[in-house]
């Protein structure tokens, strides 16, 4: 019998996947052959308690026709379930895999999305747009969580996100505060204009921004301004009203339970660092009792370089308020300088945003705090290192947990050339 490990490996390898899919589609009934498999999105999850799926992912099929020739490849979300539960989820819309216990979704069939195929249609553009779309991509889809849309006209695009929830009507308000700000204030970070949201469809409509993503520019030398007016726009979220959060705020309490969860969860991955990443989680929690106090403000909550972009006119543009909660202002700024190195920023850059964001918003800003969090930064980054099989993953693991003990174990703010790593 095959073991989970098993399955799983196999699930995660599109050449083995080319076999059990070629006998499962319809379309090779028919006589089309499977070309490469081409998996996405890997999301594990070694947790029975909390998470009934030790696997979910997405698949990009090639499908061939009998003469060769390539037709439009398919996309699926799958589920792999413990213990033969696939077969206790019957669903019409489903294609079933016993020999994986997978459960296997055609797009835009989501079973926590079913907005999304009504949203496809290129007529749903006439509340915001005076004609139809001529076509509509999907730039980004999270199954069972959100998926963002374009919709194009000529030259034009318009663009719609959808979520699991009901969000949406707090997402646009959160743009329109920023809109509404940025045409006030000439140095206010701007937005892509927000047209409203639908309740029926769970969806917030923007209108497209212009600009340059922050990632291109940090290809070649960023001048210092940029940091400055980075550091600037993350603290004019920090100071927006705490009305505009989510209902879950991120203190001090919230970490300190995924500093336990997450620590487990590198220890069933990788048992081997169990002891290593537990002294890890207890250094966390042992220097979380001497903080200093902040009060709860107002936080990005998912504030990394590819949220930002550059007008045409060097104004900082903001992206994805989807996460907006209260939290410590240190989270986003050590969740962007941690992440500013896989986008190719450099450690002096990092310094400089901490630098400016410590002279414009001294009252929020912590040197302490910002360490702490920067540390459990790395602990979070290496949990999602698993969870999201980046390539090498084991190895990632560990040199995340190492840039923790090094942040952990040194005295000072941090050696900045740890910044941006």
């Keep these: 019998m095959d073991t989970l490990d098993t399955r799983l490996r196999c699930a995660l390898d599109g050449d083995a996947m080319r ?7 319809p379309e ?54 413990r213990e033969g539960a696939s077969a206790l989820h019957a669903d019409a819309r489903t294609l079933h895999l016993p020999a994986l216990d997978m459960r296997l979704w ?10 999304l195929q009504r949203l496809l249609d290129p007529a749903f553009t006439l509340p915001w747009w005076p004609r139809p779309a001529r076509a509509v991509d999907t730039l980004r889809h999270e199954p069972e969580q959100r998926a963002t849309l374009a919709f194009h006209h000529g030259h034009e695009r318009l663009f719609a996100k959808t979520f699991a929830d009901d ?14 700000a940025a045409q006030r204030h000439p140095f206010a970070p701007l937005v892509a204009e927000p047209l409203g949201h639908d309740a029926a469809t769970r969806s917030v409509w923007q209108a497209e921004a212009i600009g340059t993503p ?14 400055v007016r980075l550091a600037a726009a993350f603290a004019a979220v920090h100071a927006a009203p705490a009305d505009l959060a989510g209902p879950l705020p991120r203190d001090l309490a919230h970490w300190r339970r995924e500093i336990v969860r997450r620590s ?6 990788l048992p081997v660092l169990a002891p290593r990443v537990a002294a890890i989680a207890d250094a966390l929690q042992r220097s979380a009792d001497t903080l200093p106090a902040q009060p709860l403000l107002l936080i990005h909550g998912d504030c990394h370089p590819d949220q930002v972009w550059l007008s045409p006119d060097d104004r900082v543009v903001l992206f994805d308020f989807d996460e907006f909660t209260l939290g410590d202002p240190m989270e986003d700024l050590a969740q962007f300088v941690t992440r500013l ?81």
């Design 19 to 25: 076999a059990h899919l070629a006998a499962l589609l």
């Design 106 to 115: 055609r797009f835009p069939h989501d079973p926590g999305l079913p907005q």
């Design 167 to 180: 969000r949406a009507e707090a997402v646009h308000r959160r743009f329109m505060h920023f809109w509404r």
């Design 214 to 227: 922050l990632r291109e520019r940090l290809q070649d030398a960023v001048p210092s301004w940029v940091a």
């Design 341 to 421: 190195g896989d986008a190719g920023g450099s450690a002096r850059f990092g310094s400089e945003i901490v630098a400016a964001y410590a002279h414009l918003a001294p009252a929020a800003f912590s040197a302490a705090r910002l360490r702490w969090q920067l540390a459990l930064q790395q602990l979070l980054q290496a949990s999602r290192a698993f969870v999201f099989q980046a390539p090498g993953w084991p190895q990632r693991v560990g040199q995340r947990l190492a840039r923790a003990e090094s942040l952990l174990d040194d005295g000072g703010l941090l050696g900045l050339d740890t910044l941006a790593a």
């Design 28 to 81: 090779c009934r028919a006589g089309a052959t499977v070309g490469a498999v081409e998996v996405l999105q890997p999301r594990r999850n070694a947790s029975q308690r909390r998470q009934p799926h030790p696997l979910t992912l997405c698949y990009r099929v090639e499908l061939l026709d009998a003469g060769g020739a390539r037709r439009e490849p398919l996309r699926l979300y799958a589920k792999v379930f």
């Design 264 to 269: 487990r969860k590198i220890g069933r991955a």
